[in-house]
C-alpha cells in the first residue's frame, strides 16, 4: 500500500510525495519549492528516492536540483522534455515503467498543455499523478499542443478505470465548478459536487483527489458528448474536437 503526502505550495500548486513502507523509497511529484519538501520527509522520516516530473513548468520542476543535490534523488521525466527538465537522469515515454519499492506506475503521454507531458498512473492502487492535464472539473490550457491533441490524451484517461484516483498539480476545482455550471446548469451531480466543494474550500480544505467518476459526471472537459452541453455551446452539428475546442475557449475567457 502506498502512502500519499500532499503538500500545498505557491498560491494553488500541489506537490506529492508518494511513499512505499516495505522498501523505504519515496517520489516527489513535481516538486515546485523545496523547503516544504524537505520539511515533510524530514517529518515522515523518509528518504527522496525519485522525483518524477510531469512537464517542464518551473513551478513543477523548481526544486528539481536542489533537491538532487541534497539527496543524491534520481530524477525522471519525458524523453520528449529531456533538454527542458532540470537535472533529468532517466527519460521516459508511453509504455515505459517506473518502479516504486514494490508498485509500479505506467507512463502515459498526455501532449496538450505542454508537448512533452506525461502522467503518471499506479494501476494497481487506482492512483493517477495527472499534472496539469487533467483537473478536479477541469483540464490544463493549450500552451503547446492542439486541442485535438489535448482531448486525445483525455479520452485515454477517460478510459481507464472509474475509481481512478485523480492527483492533479493545482487547486482550481472551485472555479472549474462555476464554469462547469454556465454550461451544465441542470446538472444535479454537478450542483451537489459544487456544494460539496465549496464547504471544503470554506474549511480551506483540499478538494483533491476526486475520482474518474467523478470527473466524468461533472467535468466539461470530459463531457463533449452530453446533449445538455452541446446545446449549451450552440454546437448541435459539430464534431467532438470542435466541441472541446470552443469549450476551452470560453473557459479561457471565463
Not at 518502479?99 to 498526455?110: C, E, F, M, R
Request: charged content about 20%; overall charge neutral.
Amino acid at each position: 500500500m502506498l502512502t500519499v503526502k500532499q503538500i500545498p505550495v505557491l498560491k494553488d500548486n500541489y506537490i506529492y510525495l508518494i511513499h512505499d513502507p516495505v522498501s523505504g523509497e519515496t517520489a516527489a511529484i513535481d516538486p515546485a519549492l523545496a523547503e516544504p519538501v524537505q520539511n515533510t520527509l524530514k517529518e515522515m522520516n523518509w528518504p527522496l528516492t525519485y522525483i518524477l516530473n510531469t512537464h517542464h513548468h518551473s513551478d513543477h520542476v523548481g526544486a528539481n536540483l536542489t533537491l538532487k543535490k541534497q539527496t543524491h534523488c534520481q530524477i525522471i521525466g519525458s524523453h520528449s522534455d529531456k533538454n527542458r527538465i532540470p537535472g533529468i537522469d532517466r527519460t521516459v515515454s508511453e509504455g515505459d515503467t517506473v518502479q516504486l519499492g514494490h508498485h509500479k506506475a505506467s507512463v502515459i503521454d498526455t501532449p496538450g498543455h505542454t508537448l512533452g507531458h506525461i502522467v503518471f498512473y499506479f494501476s494497481e492502487q487506482n492512483l493517477l499523478f495527472c499534472g496539469d492535464t487533467l483537473f478536479s472539473m477541469g483540464c490544463g490550457r493549450l500552451f503547446e499542443g492542439t486541442a485535438k491533441q489535448m482531448l486525445h490524451s483525455l479520452n485515454k484517461l477517460a478510459a481507464l478505470p472509474s475509481r481512478t484516483q485523480l492527483f492533479c498539480a493545482h487547486e482550481y476545482t472551485q472555479s472549474n465548478g462555476q464554469f462547469a455550471l454556465t454550461l451544465e446548469p441542470n446538472n444535479p451531480q454537478l450542483r451537489q459536487r459544487i456544494s460539496e466543494v465549496e464547504q471544503l474550500r470554506q474549511k480551506n480544505m483540499a478538494t483533491i483527489p476526486s475520482t474518474l467518476l467523478q470527473e466524468k459526471a461533472t467535468n466539461p472537459f470530459l463531457r463533449s458528448h452530453c446533449s445538455e452541453l452541446i446545446q449549451s455551446l450552440g454546437m448541435d452539428k459539430k464534431n467532438s474536437v470542435d466541441i472541446f475546442t470552443e469549450t476551452r475557449l470560453r473557459k479561457d475567457h471565463f
